[in-house]
């Protein structure tokens, strides 16, 4: 179960000054108090192990795995049957050909390197949908009420993922538009963090200690998950919102990320010209004391307290009660990113959104990245200002949070 997180709620239309260029008006939502921590990524990252564990038991006959549903049919397709959450997964079985087929999952032999029982990240694959409104809202492909129709001539672009010999392939196909199931897109992603970005992005410094710890070890628990895509915060928005309603009477409106002007506006906790969360104009307070993790000067890290990422809330909230909304690390936004884009939005609940597909050019796959983080100078922490990730990279410097529209009640 994923952790209660406390929300902070806005329950009017309010403006913002985006960039400090246009006044724009938002919709109420919420917003998770702190970014994503490893606790709780890993709680999908568990999830999803589990759920193929309990999946290749089903298929392998064991039928105690699989829900009794009223009138299921018994020879229903294993790899579509419903699974049993209340059983136990028999991690430490004795019986040879489980255990087997559940030590599929983690690197065996000479792949553990000798270390000690490791997950296989390659395993561990999600699979989620969406609908593509950006197809649907095209003039061309309107339905028409009265034919009960979509035009002849209907035509959509949609991802479709599939698995070949273990490796994840992805693609983007054309196809008629006859009913609201051809607007559906499909992605399969692997749900583990990239602990290697540590090495990668910080050639000539000895990251060694972060690149094999940071995501696993409980020390690390309550500090902001990174090495996450876009596409990976997007696939845990996905399963966040399945699990919220598997449990609740009531479905909710999805998790997602927000978006550019939903997380200045809450950066700034109702002080429409702060140009810094906590109100002020300066990066230290009244006693000196830095007010956010980020690089006040060339190899100074440590200044803040932090060399690197720091525990979420580490530094006092803003007006709204969210933590770390400058500094500690940037955070993804579902704004695709574009230097004019201010001139094309609209001044209600304004938001850039470009669904780039698997074929489209890199150019087309940037997102909006706000915040600043620990390694970054005191400019980048400013709510106005942005930058930008490709879609389908992960940095050691990059997490994100989730929102949630306001349902009126």
């Known amino acids: 179960m994923l952790a209660p997180i406390i929300f902070g709620c806005y329950t009017g239309r309010l403006s913002l000054f985006l960039s400090a260029t246009i006044n724009v008006t938002v919709d109420a939502f919420w917003m998770d108090e702190t970014e994503i921590t490893n606790d709780k990524y890993k709680q999908f990252v568990y999830w999803v192990r589990d759920s193929i564990a309990l999946r290749m038991l089903v298929i392998a006959g064991k039928d105690e795995f699989r829900l009794k549903i009223r009138n299921q049919q018994d020879d229903a397709t294993p790899e579509l049957a419903r699974l049993n959450w209340r059983t136990k997964i028999p991690w430490g079985s004795k019986d040879e050909e489980v255990r087997n087929l559940l030590e599929t999952l983690y690197y065996t032999d000479n792949n553990a390197l000798g270390l000690k029982k490791q997950i296989n990240p390659g395993k561990l694959q999600y699979k989620y949908e969406w609908l593509n409104y950006d197809q649907a809202a095209l003039p061309q492909n309107k339905y028409n009420v009265n034919t009960g129709a979509y035009p002849k001539n209907a035509e959509v672009r949609i991802d479709t993922s599939y698995v070949e010999n273990g490796v994840i392939k992805n693609t983007t196909k054309k ?9 559906i897109s499909t992605r399969i992603v692997n749900v583990y963090p990239d602990t290697i970005m540590w090495l990668r992005d910080f050639q ?55 978006t550019e002007a939903e997380w200045e506006y809450a950066a700034r906790g109702g002080r429409k010209l702060a140009l810094y969360p906590w109100g002020g104009n300066y990066i230290r307070d009244n006693k000196g004391c830095y ?33 770390d909304m400058a500094g500690n690390v940037a955070e993804w936004t579902s704004t695709a990113y574009n230097d004019g884009s201010t001139t094309l939005v609209s001044d209600m609940n304004p938001s850039f959104q470009y669904n780039a597909k698997t074929e489209d050019s890199d150019l087309l796959k940037r997102k909006v990245v706000k ?27 990059i997490g994100f949070r989730c929102v949630r529209s306001y349902n009126g009640e």
């Open 175 to 183: 196809r008629p538009l006859r009913s609201r199931r051809d607007l």
């Open 204 to 258: 000539f410094a000895y990251n060694d200690p972060k690149m094999r710890m940071y995501f696993s070890h409980p020390g690390f628990s309550n500090y902001p998950v990174v090495g996450v895509t876009w596409e990976q915060a997007q696939a845990f928005c996905q399963w966040r919102t399945k699990l919220y309603n598997s449990i609740n009477t009531v479905a909710a409106q999805d998790y997602r990320l927000p």
């Open 291 to 323: 007010m956010a993790n980020f690089k006040p000067m060339r190899g100074s890290y440590t200044d803040d307290m932090g060399a690197t990422t720091m525990k979420v809330a580490s530094f006092p909230p803003n007006d709204f009660g969210l933590y």
């Open 371 to 397: 915040g600043g983080s620990w390694k970054d100078i005191a400019y980048y922490l400013q709510c106005g200002v942005k930058t930008y990730e490709y879609q389908n990279e992960s940095r050691p410097y």
